[in-house]
């Protein structure tokens, strides 16, 4: 009986976490350069990933800097509530259970 219960339990735990998908983020950062007063993509920017606990602080979840085309990338992020920051500002973000989500590009 005790071997059954057991088994129900990891069967239940597998399902769980079958039906949770981790999903890809990608962002670009882009606004107006006021050393050469252009606008375009911002390379080499800081990007941090961090989740919000149930108690309201914050945990790193990942981190990257933009590439030459002012993009970045996160893979595996599961659903849930999030705070990113770019450059040292944080934008509240709710990532779904989708494959692939985009993150609208943000004006610096």
Same mark, same amino acid.
């Given at each position: 009986?005790?071997?059954?219960? *057991?088994?129900?339990? $990891? ?6 976490? #079958?039906?949770?998908? %981790? /999903?890809?983020?990608? &962002? ?20 941090? *990933?961090?989740?919000? $606990? ?6 790193? #979840?990942?981190?990257? %800097? /933009?590439?030459?085309? &002012? ?38």
């Amino acid at each position: 009986m005790r071997s059954k219960l *057991l088994l129900y339990i $990891l069967a239940s735990i597998c399902l769980i976490s #079958v039906n949770v998908r %981790a /999903t890809d983020l990608r &962002g670009r950062v882009d606004g107006f350069n006021p050393f050469t007063h252009t606008s375009g993509p911002f390379p080499g920017i800081g990007v941090a *990933l961090f989740a919000v $606990l149930p108690n309201g602080s914050f945990t790193i #979840v990942r981190q990257a %800097a /933009t590439g030459p085309d &002012g993009m970045y990338y996160f893979t595996g992020v599961y659903p849930g509530q999030y705070v990113l920051q770019v450059g040292g500002v944080n934008y509240p973000l709710t990532v779904g259970a989708v494959p692939n989500q985009d993150i609208p590009i943000i004006n610096r």
